[in-house]
T-cell receptor
Framework: EDKVVQSPLSLVVHEGDTVTLNCSYE??????LLWYKQEKKAPTFLFML????IEKKSGRLSSILDKKELFSILNITATQTGDSAVYLC????????????FGTGTRLTIIP | DAGVIQSPRHEVTEMGQEVTLRCKPI?????LFWYRQTMMRGLELLIY????????DSGMPEDRFSAKMPNASFSTLKIQPSEPRDSAVYFC???????????FGSGTRLTVV
């Protein structure tokens, strides 16, 4: 059974700090790893990673995948209160099987 | 594009009642997914459809849950009879497939009392 484990479960930091969120996975026939941000409603897409070692970047957020060690990290620099959310990691497996397996998420709280 | 549309946004019902959740996917998306989210278990896939055909329903908890997709623009998730442990946020998502990513609806918060 596919498995995604995120750590830490929750994190509280001050505005301006840098945070690193972790995601490890076990999946048969890995296809991609995705990061989502969930505030009070639906998860919104951040990144999709398919290749090892290639950093994806969007503003203050960046993410990288290590397919050998089976993990990914999501970095947020110069955090702002608007970054407070649950960050979800998901894996997609088996070409032609479109379902995602999600981790339980990391709850990030930014204190002003 | 209006995105994935779910209704109702909130539902409060008594144990034993039938509950029907509705979803309209993004036009042109061939895949539709129903997820349930709880604090304890996170996001769990219940069932997904490809071109209106159910592909994987292994996540449906038990026979009280059923899902249909009568056409490309509409799906329902029904719980009959409902129980308090069904209380959760139910998300619908759609995808064009082939690595095209998911778009989630805003969810239905179900409370069974």
């Amino acid at each position: 059974e596919d498995k995604v484990v995120q750590s830490p479960l929750s994190l509280v930091v001050h505005e301006g700090d840098t945070v690193t969120l972790n995601c490890s996975y076990e999946v048969t026939n890995f296809r991609s790893l995705l990061w989502y941000k969930q505030e009070k409603k639906a998860p919104t897409f951040l990144f999709m990673l398919t290749s090892s070692g290639i950093e994806k970047k969007s503003g203050r957020l960046s993410s990288i995948l290590d397919k050998k060690e089976l993990f990914s990290i999501l970095n947020i620099t110069a955090t702002q209160t608007g970054d407070s959310a649950v960050y979800l990691c998901a894996v997609e497996a088996n070409f032609g099987n479109e379902k995602l397996t999600f981790g339980t998420g990391t709850r990030l709280t930014i204190i002003p | 594009d209006a995105g994935v549309i779910q209704s109702p946004r909130h539902e409060v019902t008594e144990m034993g009642q039938e509950v029907t959740l509705r979803c309209k996917p993004i036009s042109g998306h061939d895949y539709l997914f129903w997820y349930r989210q709880t604090m304890m278990r996170g996001l769990e896939l219940l069932i997904y459809f490809n071109n209106n055909v159910p592909i994987d329903d292994s996540g449906m908890p038990e026979d009280r849950f059923s899902a249909k997709m009568p056409n490309a623009s509409f799906s329902t998730l029904k719980i009959q009879p409902s129980e308090p442990r069904d209380s959760a946020v139910y998300f619908c998502a759609s995808s064009p497939g082939r690595g095209g990513g998911y778009t989630f609806g805003s969810g239905t918060r179900l409370t069974v009392v």
